[in-house]
């Protein structure tokens, strides 16, 4: 058999892989709120370690790495390490949901536009997130380590 798969799976990994290609070069979160409607501000990010987060209500590995997250913010918060968490569902109740149920209390961004939710969030596209859970850390001076 030649060509490509069909799955579902490889349909989205093609489109993710375009997307990598063509994300635009200014930062994805220009535009970007938290799940509570609050715009990110990435100046109070500046000069921090921070570990970006991407992660589902539907994810089990997501659900079970909540607990080490939260250690590493308990142990390193102090000397300049934060958690923002990007969510990938298309419900802002789920979001709140897994919030409220595991702890994660961390700033998340989520987009409940039709067009910029789930796996079509622009920042999972400007990172080119195809699985999860996936996890950035950015130095002090804004690099992806």
Not at 72 to 82: P, R, V
Request: net charge positive.
């Amino acid at each position: 058999m030649s060509g490509p798969p069909s799955s579902p799976n490889a349909a989205r990994y093609r489109r993710s892989r375009t997307r990598r290609s063509i994300a635009p070069a200014r930062a994805a979160v220009d535009e970007t709120s938290f799940h509570d409607g609050t715009p990110f501000d990435a100046s109070a990010y500046q000069g921090k370690t921070v570990l970006v987060d991407f992660w589902a209500t539907w994810c089990g590995p997501c659900v079970a790495e909540v607990p080490n997250i939260k250690k590493m913010y308990t142990a390193y918060h102090d000397k300049g390490f934060d958690v923002i968490g990007v969510n990938l569902d298309t419900n802002p109740k789920m979001c709140q949901s897994y919030i409220d149920q595991t702890g994660f209390k961390f700033p998340t961004i989520f987009a409940d536009a039709p067009n910029a939710a789930g796996w079509d969030l622009p920042l999972a596209r400007k990172y080119g997130i195809t699985s999860i859970p996936r996890v950035i850390l950015v130095d002090q001076n804004g690099n992806v380590v």
